[in-house]
């Protein structure tokens, strides 16, 4: 057994594009459904918008040259479709794609792999205003156009293409992540509508990459479900839970049809898709190669009695512990709960590194597919000192028994191809504008004041180069605590 990760093992971190870019309508960018949002989220919450968000468009180079500091071997980023098309349609915006041709060749310069994500969540508005967005079925042909010219002008640099991203979590924040006109909002079963047309597009995108010559993952945010108690009625619980908030989505990327037991729950409930013939067909002719997982969290299910009102997830919007607004409940099928096992964020996100590395065998024994860590990180207010300093040993400590997670899961035979926490450097949370930080990387920017979002490096910045130089083995954080907790 190595001591060390294997020598072309993928080192980096991920952003998207609306959460680091903004530029958000510089040189031709159309509007995205993610600048509209986050517009009113700004009016709602005071949090940031994505008009500037960390200035990445105009920084990339200092970026880069950043990771390339850390070691970085890989970095998986997004396309921001309505940069390219910025009606949606098929009218290019050279200065749009030039944009990603300049990021792109920046990044080969300095030995690090692109890994591009084709979409996270930031839709093309045109495309709401003419059919609604996802909801529409039209998108998928629109989403064809999008995809074939990107894949093809990439072809030769990009290896591994991230398809969509955490399609899951669209479903269970399905307003937060897409526009949906008011008058739509209490239709539940279109969150599912809008699932099989984004399945639809990952299967086109599979295709694509496929054709030339690629390697294609879909990136699912993914939370393992356990039993609250180890009564037969809470196990059989976690199973529905699992099979409807992880399995759905695995089954048709790695089988091509839809689970069982989850379809029919839904079917039971009228919440299932409308499908057209031939639909589950091209799934099962254009699976994916590789699963691209966005590990945050486990989560916990308990039996749910039938006469239960049925609830979707609920968040925390404050940052304070216990802060939820509810917790996903399916009458007779399951209820999400609180693990009093585990520790959380301030956010309620469980802390479960073992949670990992049980995702990985579990999914290993089940599909037998490698793995690449396309998110894994800790949300938490970041301080920077009078002295320029952030000290964020929590994070350091968070990512170090994730890493070591995945070095056992790969001792046991699990073949995983990188590791790329979420995030590279700080952005603009999908939650909690800029109040709730990710990055290696501090930005100097606050979501009152954007500043000069100058880039600062984090204790983690320093700890993560430490662990690339040495190929996973030295995760020791002493050098990186602060000295109250040496104490
Ligand atoms: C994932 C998304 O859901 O989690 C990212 O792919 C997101 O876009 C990340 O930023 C963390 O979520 P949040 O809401 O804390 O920003």
Known sequence: MNKEFPKNFLWGAATSAYQVEGAALQDGKGLSQQDVINRERHELYGFADASIASDHYHKYKEDIALFKEMGFTSYRFSIAWSRIFPNGDDQVNEAGIQFYRDLIKELKDNGIEPIPTLYHYDLPWALVEKYGGWLSREVVKDFEIFAKYVVNEFKDDVKYWITLNEQSI??????????????????????????????????????????????????????????????????????NANDLRNTYY?????????????????????????????????????????????????????????????????????????????????????????????????????IDPTGLEFVYRDLYTRYKIPFMITENGLGAYDELTPDGKVHDEYRIKYLKEHIAATKRAMDRGVEVI?????????????????????????????????????RIRKDSFYWYQQVIASRGTDLAVDNFLSVSEKE
């Open 250 to 350: 695995l089954d048709v990327y790695f089988k091509g049809y839809y689970n069982v037991a989850a379809l029919n729950y839904l079917q039971e409930n009228d919440l299932a898709p409308v499908m057209e013939a031939g639909d589950e067909a091209f799934f099962a002719e254009n699976i994916s190669d590789f699963f691209a997982i966005n590990y945050y969290d486990s989560s916990c299910a308990q039996a749910c009695p039938k006469d239960a009102e049925r609830r979707w997830s609920g968040y925390n919007l404050s940052g304070k512990k216990g802060d939820m607004s509810g917790f996903e409940t399916h009458p007779g099928f399951y209820q999400m709960c609180p693990n009093p096992e585990l520790e959380t964020t301030d956010w309620d996100w469980a």
């Open 418 to 454: 990188g590791y790329m926490p979420w995030s590279a450097l700080d952005l603009l949370s999908t939650s909690n504008g800029y109040r709730k930080r990710y990055g290696l990387i501090y930005v100097d920017r606050t979501d009152e004041d954007p500043k000069d979002c100058a």
């Open 170 to 239: 669209i479903v269970q924040y399905w307003t937060q992540k897409c526009y949906i006109l008011p008058e739509f909002q209490d239709n539940n079963q279109l969150r599912y509508q809008i699932n099989h047309h984004m399945n639809l597009a990952q299967a086109v995108a599979v295709k694509l990459v496929h054709e030339v010559g690629g390697l294609a993952g879909p990136a699912l945010g993914y939370a393992p479900v356990y039993a609250r108690t180890c009564k037969p009625e809470d196990q059989l619980a976690a199973i």
